[in-house]
C-alpha cells in the first residue's frame, strides 16, 4: 500500500542521496588517506540524486513499498554505501532497481 505521492517519494530518496553524499565527504575529510574514494563515492550519490526524476514512477512505488520497517531503513543505508564504493550504479534508478533485487532476491 503506497502512503506517499510519488512525487514525495522522489524527493525523500533524493535527501537520502544528498545526506549520504554529504556524510562520505565528512569522513572523506576525517580520514585523509582515504578521501579520494570518499569523494568519489560522494559524487557518484551526486549524480544519482540529479537522476531521480528520471525514475520511472512505478519503480518508486516498488521501492517504498519494500521501506516498511526499521530493517529496511538500515538495509538501504547500507546498500547506499556498499554501491556507491563500488561505482555499480550511474543512475538513481539502477539503484533503486538494485535495491529491489536486493530486498525481494531478485537477480542483480
Known sequence: MITMSVARIAEALQSDFRTAAGQLRQTG??????????????????????SVGQVRPELLVVYH?????????????????????????RTATDYVCAYISDRTGGPR
Open 65 to 89: 513499498e519494500l521501506m516498511s520497517g526499521a530493517d529496511d531503513q538500515e538495509r538501504h543505508v547500507e546498500l547506499l554505501r556498499q554501491i556507491a564504493f563500488k561505482g555499480a550504479a
Open 29 to 50: 575529510r576525517r580520514f585523509k588517506t582515504a578521501s579520494q574514494h570518499y569523494l568519489a563515492a560522494a559524487d557518484l550519490l551526486d549524480s544519482w540524486a540529479a
